[in-house]
Structures are given as C-alpha cells and as structure tokens.
C-alpha cells in the first residue's frame, strides 16, 4: 500500500476535504483500517489526509469516491484545496456543491440568505460583526456572495426554496433604506418561477426549525445531502438518518411557514411600512 510524506501544511481546504472524507467513511461505517485496504492506501496515509495533513492524490480521490459511493462530493472538495477568496473556509464546499445543484432549500433565522442578499445589505451584515474586514477582504467577500446569485438564473434551473425568520427582516440590519432595497428585491426574486420565498411569522407557537438554520441540497445523482453552520464552523452531513431527520425538520417548516402567496403579501406590507 503507498505511503505518502511530505506535502504542503495544514490549510482550511485540506482540512475540509479530510472532514468531508471522514464523513463519507462514517457513513459506509468503514474504519481507516478497512478503508485504507479498498483504496490500497495505507491508514497512516489516510489519518494524515483525515486530519488535513496530506494532499489527497488523484488515484486515492477516485478509489475513494467509488468505494464510498460519494456521488461525486470527493472529487468536488478535491478541487477544492486550494484558496477561494472572500468564501469563509468552511463553506467553500458547500458553495462549490451548490453549483451543480437541482434542489437547494435553505432554512435562516440569523440574516437574509446570502443568495437572495443586495448587495448593501452584504454590506452591512460583514461590517456587522467582528473584527472589521480590510477594504480588500470586504471587496472579495462582496464579490463571491454577489457572484453565488447567479444560481437564481442558472440554466439549467435549480429549485430553490427559502423559509425566512419574519424577525431577520423587522430587525432592519443596514437602516432602512437598506431594508427597502431588501425588500423590493425579496419581492422580485419571489417572482421567478424555479424560486419559493416562505417567511415565518413571528408569533408561531409551533416551529420545527429551533435548532437553527440549515440548508439540503440534491444533486444531479438525485441524493441529498445537509449542511448546518454555527460561529466559524459549517458541517456537511451526509449520513442518511440524519440528512432524513433534516428533510423531515425542513418539510414541517414550509407547513408553519406563510404560504408563498401570503409571504409576498407580508413583504409589500412591511415595505410599505418604512
């Protein structure tokens, strides 16, 4: 079995892809051990690469894909080491998986989806929170989100469906002119067919997304996987129970949830309002 030393240092895309690795490894219920016989790779090898020590070779990348029936997410975050200005490193992943996408559901009750965001509103929410970026690091972040949008557009489409804390939008993160803006857009995304805008009140006694946010993706192999993200961290789950467990939570959501219909009537009434 070979044996890999050497390499370059740890980074957050090594990191990601030995997370993404450990995940699909779980899930087959395979030790390094078992593993490391399938794809003739030794479990020193695989640990390092794991641990994101080690740059996962090509050969490996494919044998690994195949033995843990990975629908393509390895060789994905294979392509993904390396750096992507302005995407935090824990999202880098998900960010590339979503473009390949024919169904992502997204699920916020901390801001404005960041592929439904204006571009002031973006603004506003990185000079938010701490530390304040550099006027580089703001421009490169602005850019990647903006750039994400065009996934409303893509051809060929992807469904996409949003629920929405109505708390995220009465906050008024920017000021109100910011807000507006926000709003009118919210109201024209609603307007695109492969697009469902669904806003949660905020009296709803009964809510299935306490938790927090979440996000479920299908893929083109018509699997689905989950991501959940929390303060500098995202986790890509692809476990079937627990990606079930998600669908289950995101289906009794869009129950709770506004109707579309009535989602687009909140937003004019609360734009006319400021």
């Known amino acids: 079995m070979a044996n890999i030393d050497g390499g370059p240092g ?5 990191k990601t892809f030995g997370a993404v690795l450990k995940v699909f490894r779980e ?11 399938e794809v003739i ?32 997410v390895l060789r994905v975050a294979a392509r993904n080491v390396a750096r992507q200005p302005g995407l935090a490193a824990w999202f880098r992943l998900w960010a590339q998986l979503e473009k390949t996408a024919v169904t992502l559901c997204v699920y916020e009750c901390r801001v404005v989806p960041g ?32 750039a994400r949008k065009e996934l409303l557009r893509r051809e060929p489409p992807i469904a996409l469906s949003f629920i929405i ?23 024209e995304c609603a307007r695109l067919w492969n697009v469902e805008i669904q806003i949660m009140p905020l009296r709803q006694p009964h809510h299935a997304g306490t938790d927090g946010p979440m996000q479920l993706m299908e893929t083109r192999e018509h699997r689905w996987l989950g991501y959940a993200e929390g303060q500098q961290t995202g986790q890509l789950v692809a476990g079937r129970k627990d990606v079930s467990l998600m669908q289950m939570r995101y289906a009794r959501m869009r129950s709770q949830a506004l109707s579309p219909a009535d989602s687009v009537e909140l937003l004019k009434r609360m734009r006319g309002e400021l």
């Open 165 to 187: 804390e109505e708390a995220v939008l009465l906050r008024r993160t920017g000021g109100d002119e910011v807000t507006r803006e926000q709003l009118d857009h919210l109201i």
């Open 27 to 37: 899930r087959a219920a395979l030790t390094r051990e078992q593993l490391a016989e």
């Open 115 to 146: 592929l439904l965001q204006t571009e002031a509103y973006a603004r506003a929410v990185m000079l938010d929170v701490p530390p304040p970026p550099t006027e580089k690091e703001l421009a490169e972040r602005i850019a990647a989100r903006l």
């Open 10 to 14: 740890t980074s957050d895309s090594l």
């Open 41 to 72: 790779y030794s479990p020193h090898t695989i640990s390092s690469i794991e641990q994101g020590r080690r740059m996962p070779p090509e050969d490996f990348v494919e044998r690994a894909e195949e033995v843990l029936d990975a629908f393509g």
